[in-house]
C-alpha cells in the first residue's frame, strides 16, 4: 500500500512541475478569430466580449444556465482577436457601429473553424404585440429569449447560439403607443425566438 501512494505522489508532482512549466514558458491556451466585413475587408476596434456557460453535463446544453461575462477586447489593425480559452461552453460577442452585432460559440461539441466571423449590415426585427382582444399593447418589453446564426441546417450552427440575459441585455426593445417594437443591429442571418412581457399580463 505504501508502494502504491509513493507512484501517485510521483504522478502528481510530476503533473505539477508540467503545469508549472508550461506556465513559466508563457504558454496560454486562448481563443482567437477574424472579423471581417462582407467585402471580406478586416473590422478593426470591433468591441468583442467573451461570455461563458458553465456546461455541467456531457451533452454540453447551456440553454438552462445564464452566461457571465469574463472578458472585454477589442479587434487589432487587422480585424484579430483572442480571448482566454475554457473547458466551459464560451460564447464571444462581436459588435461594431453600423454592421449587425453577431456572435460565435466555441464549445467541445463544435468542431473550430478558421473562417472569419463577418459583420453583415444591420437588419431589424419588428412586429406588434396585441392582447386577447386584438388591442396594441403599449409599453411591453420585447427581446430575444434565444438567437443562432448559420445555416439551420447544420448541427454546429444550431449550438452557436445566444440565449439568456446576454441576449436580452443586447437585444430588447419596447412597445409604442401603437404596440410596434424594433429590435436594431441583428444580424440578417439570424434567427431569434422571441419573449414579451407587460405588468398584470401573462408572459409570452
Known sequence: MKKIWQML?????????????AADNGAISQYSGAVVDEKGQPVAGATVDCYRYPS?????????????????TVTDGKGEFA????????????????????????????????DPIVLTAPATLSGVVMDDDGKPVAGAVVWIAAANIGNEYDNAAQMNELMGQAARTIFSSRTDANGRFQIDNFPADGRAGLAVSKAGMARH
Open 83 to 114: 480571448v482566454s480559452a475554457s473547458a466551459d461552453t464560451t460564447v464571444v460577442v462581436l459588435k461594431k457601429a453600423g454592421l449587425a452585432t453577431t456572435w460565435k460559440t466555441w464549445s467541445s461539441l463544435i468542431p473550430d473553424s478558421s
Open 9 to 21: 505522489f510521483v504522478v502528481v508532482v510530476a503533473a505539477l512541475a508540467r503545469h508549472v512549466q
Open 56 to 72: 455541467s453535463n456531457r451533452f454540453g446544453y447551456w440553454g438552462d444556465r445564464e452566461p457571465a461575462l469574463v472578458q472585454t
